[in-house]
């Protein structure tokens, strides 16, 4: 079967850095993602790893394990506009999306 | 980059009627669509896939006949919600895949928050 673990909720600091971790089981993978989600909007994309290593994308950077079914999402310099859910999806065999509960975000000044 | 577009963005309706909801593809054409349902505070609930030219594809537990899915063209997806209740009042999310992307990345609608009385 697959599972996608992530914590329910993390609290950081205006201007620090926080780093959220995704870890899964899975027999088949084809990347996984991760999604940002503002209260009572869809989810946007934030990034996609399908290979071992650190993608960065600004203030964003995603790391992937393969071997250790795990990823985190490492948010620098934050901002109050990044307080939102943090979704963690598994692409699966069959390209189908499995999905984490998610992280909540509290940035506090 | 690729956009999908849902509507309506809110909707209020009495138990008993039935609501449609809209998804386009507006710059690429989709061949799949996904249907979401997502309570306050949970994650995302996958509902169904919806199949251009086919029958969707329903998870389990989600009852077909409630929740009517049509995908007529290779831009348009709908939901219709019959006979809505008020344990049906949730934010629904439409997505689909753009084939030119090389990864699978999933494309939102803005979502559509059903509130039945």
């Known amino acids: 079967g697959q599972n996608i673990d992530q914590p329910t909720e993390m609290t950081a600091t205006e201007g620090a850095i926080v780093q959220i971790n995704c870890t899964y089981q899975?027999?088949?993978?084809?990347?996984l993602f991760w999604y940002q989600q503002h209260a009572g909007e869809a989810p946007t994309f934030l990034s996609y790893?399908?290979l071992d290593g650190l993608e960065e994308k600004g203030r964003f950077s995603s790391f992937l394990s393969r071997s250790k079914g795990y990823s985190y999402l490492l948010l620098k310099e934050l901002q109050m506009k990044d307080s939102a859910s943090y979704l963690c999806a598994l692409m699966d065999s069959n390209y189908q999306l499995i999905w984490g509960a998610g992280t909540k975000l509290i940035i506090k000044p | 980059g690729a956009v999908v577009s849902q509507h309506p963005s809110w909707v209020i309706c009495k138990s008993g009627t039935s609501v449609k909801i809209e998804c386009r593809s507006l710059d690429f054409q989709a061949t799949t669509m996904f249907w979401y349902r997502q309570f306050p505070k949970q994650s995302l609930m996958l509902m169904a896939t919806?199949?251009?030219?086919?029958?969707?594809?329903?998870e389990q537990g989600v009852e077909k006949d409630k929740f009517l899915i049509n995908h007529a063209s290779l831009t348009l997806s709908t939901l219709t919600v019959t006979s809505a209740h008020p344990e049906d009042s949730s934010f629904y999310i439409c997505?689909?895949?753009?084939?030119?992307?090389?990864?699978?990345?999933?494309?939102f609608g803005e979502g559509s928050r059903l509130t039945v009385l």
């Open positions: 997505s689909a895949r753009d084939p030119r992307a090389d990864s699978g990345e999933l494309f």
């Open positions: 919806s199949n251009e030219g086919s029958k969707a594809t329903y």
């Open positions: 790893n399908v």
């Open positions: 899975t027999s088949g993978f084809n990347g």
